[in-house]
């Protein structure tokens, strides 16, 4: 059963990229703004506004993953400090594991 639903999507991925292949082979070039030199402009205001979020969700994403680093290694130094419970004689633990 795996063999024929495996060609039954390689056939269907096929005619799909046939069918686009052959509207892009029919169709007009698309005409883009900036393609003319006349109709584009640098806005320098979109630029630095752009760069300015870019560093600042860049900043928060390291902040998020340093805090979260820390308070994880955190947790585990305490998980690794409980005391180990004592015998009678208070000398040996009750049980060793190595």
Request: charged share 15%; aromatic share 14%; net charge positive.
């Amino acid at each position: 059963m795996l063999a024929v639903t495996s060609g039954a999507t390689t056939a269907g991925s096929l005619a799909l990229a046939y069918k686009l292949l052959s509207w892009a082979e029919k169709s007009e070039p698309l005409s883009l703004p900036f393609a003319a030199a006349s109709h584009w402009r640098f806005d320098a205001l979109s630029f630095m506004f752009g760069a300015i979020c870019g560093i600042a969700l860049i900043f928060l994403a390291e902040v998020w993953f340093t805090v979260k680093w820390v308070i994880l290694s955190w947790a585990d130094r305490r998980a690794e400090q409980k005391p180990v419970a004592l015998g009678r004689a208070g000398q040996k633990p009750l049980y060793k594991l190595c």
